[in-house]
Structures are given as C-alpha cells and as structure tokens.
C-alpha cells in the first residue's frame, strides 16, 4: 500500500525540520506547497529532498487560496507523479501523528472505508511550564509542550477532522471551498478516529499573532480569507499563550508516553519507534 503526504505550509519553518525529521518517515513520498514570504521553508526542504518534493504556490498556478483550492494543487501532483491507487494524508506543518496513517489505512482497507477522520488534540503552553520556558524551548516542540485539550462543546470527546482518504479517479478537491478537508468523491467514513497532535502554539513571538476582538489570528494565514484560523482568547502578552483551559474545551492532560483515555483506537496502531529521519544535508 503506498501513502503520501498532502502538505500544506506557510511560514512554518520554526518547526518545519522537527515535522520533515519525524512525520515524513509515515509517507512513500510528501507533496509540500508553500505559501512563505521568504525561502526559509525551501532551504530546510532541500535536505529532505530524497522524501520531500517542495512546490511553492507562485510556480503552482493556484488559482484560490482556500482549503479546497491549495490540496486541489497538491492532490492533482500526487495524481501526476505517482496515479490513483494510493492513499492521501492531509498534513500540516504543526500538527503531528499520534498513530500510523499507513496502519491506519490498512485497517480502513480491511474494513471498507474509504475515507477516515481524526481526532485532534490542540496543545497550548500550560501554566506549569511558564517559569522555566527558556530553558523548555531549546527541546523539541513535543518535549516543550505537554498539556492537550479535549471535550468539545460537552461531547465527550476531541475536536475531529477529516484527514485521510482512498484516492481513486472519483476524487476531487474544487477551488473554493474553505473550512472543509472533506474531499469530492469518497464514499464511506471509518467509524473509528485515529489521532493528530496539534500545537495550536508553537511560538511566543508576538510577530506570530494578531488580535482580533476577544480572539487571536495567525497574522499571515488565511489573511485573504473571511474565515481564518487562530486562538479562542485574545493575546496581548506572551503570558497570554499559557492556559490551563480554553473556550468550549471542558477537558485538559498532559501527556507522558501515551494516551490514556478511552477514545483513543489503541496503542497497536502507532508508529513503530525508529530514528527521526536524517537530512540528506545540514539545515
């Protein structure tokens, strides 16, 4: 079975080399289209050039740049480079797999599904790691910050997104739907949910941000849109970005090694524990 990553990224190179070190091992191969101002983003793509192929958006004819219209670019290269009997990931830079999209694939194989959504977990800096920050930001971004958040809306469960889909001849993404992951043409959902890590904050610079009423935006993501991604509080200082609790999340852990609670599909489907991937060059 062979699966590739739909990567979708924007001045994420903060974080860009953990993700490429530890995510593009799950993949056969990773369609990146960036959207970055400046070449930081390429630079570190090109060490992981032998897994990584790096579009920008200025040489991919991207007509809309919504959710449907950037994974349309990327889905029809994965189509170009590499047909239709395959499976399709769609990634972000800051978010990462609790469990193997591969495995994940094969038990929605085994079980007739077509297309497969995951819950997320939103990681925010907590209170409890505010005083000794300087010293957690030199580890990695998932040593650095522990605390997660779950029970949306009173349900019991994480927040969820479609993410994983069977690609086929039948499948399309179109050019102006956003807000949506949910791509034309699959057929039948997996009733069970595999797991993403997000970090909702993976900076404290200040730059990063721009506050917009009671909430916060990602100043350069989704600025052409109506609809844009960001934070549920309003940040003013970089204590701001240290909660113990966010808006309609009832629930919040820290996670140690794994994820002990009952919505999680279990521990067989993980990755397996090898070495981050090497760059083929220094960064």
Avoid at 24 to 29: G, P, V, W
Avoid at 112 to 140: I, K, T
Wanted: proline content about 5%.
């Amino acid at each position: 079975m062979k699966i590739y990553g739909l990567l979708i990224t924007k001045d994420d190179e903060a974080i860009f080399a953990e993700w490429c070190r530890e995510q593009l091992r799950l993949y056969d191969a990773v369609i990146c289209l960036d959207g970055s101002q400046s070449d930081a983003t390429a630079r570190i793509a090109g060490a992981f050039a032998e897994r990584l192929v790096y579009v920008h958006e200025r040489e991919a004819g991207v007509v809309q740049k919504t959710d449907h219209g950037l994974r349309r670019v990327v889905h029809r290269e994965i189509v170009r480079r590499f047909g239709v009997d395959n499976w399709v990931m769609c990634c972000h830079a800051d978010e990462f797999c609790y469990h193997d999209p591969r495995k994940i694939a094969q038990e929605a194989v085994r079980n007739g599904y077509d297309q497969v959504s995951w819950y997320s977990l939103h990681f925010y800096p907590h209170p409890s790691e505010l005083a000794d920050w300087q010293q957690r930001v030199s580890l990695p971004l998932r040593q650095r910050i522990r605390h997660y958040h779950w029970n949306y809306s009173g349900t019991g469960l994480p927040w969820r997104e479609d993410r994983l889909y069977r690609n086929g001849a039948s499948v399309s993404w179109d050019e102006t739907t956003h807000g949506s992951v949910h791509p034309h043409g699959t057929r039948s959902l997996a009733p069970f949910h595999p797991i993403l890590l997000h970090y909702k904050v993976f900076t404290t610079d200040l730059n990063w941000y721009q506050a917009n009423g009671t909430h916060t935006l990602y100043r350069s993501h989704w600025a052409e849109n109506q609809h844009r991604t960001g934070l549920p509080f309003r940040v003013e200082r970089p204590e701001d970005l240290f909660v113990a609790s966010i808006p309609k999340y009832g629930c919040c852990d820290r996670l140690e090694d794994r994820i002990e609670q009952p919505w999680n599909m279990g521990e067989q489907y993980r990755p397996e524990r090898r070495r981050a991937l090497k760059p083929l060059r220094p960064e």
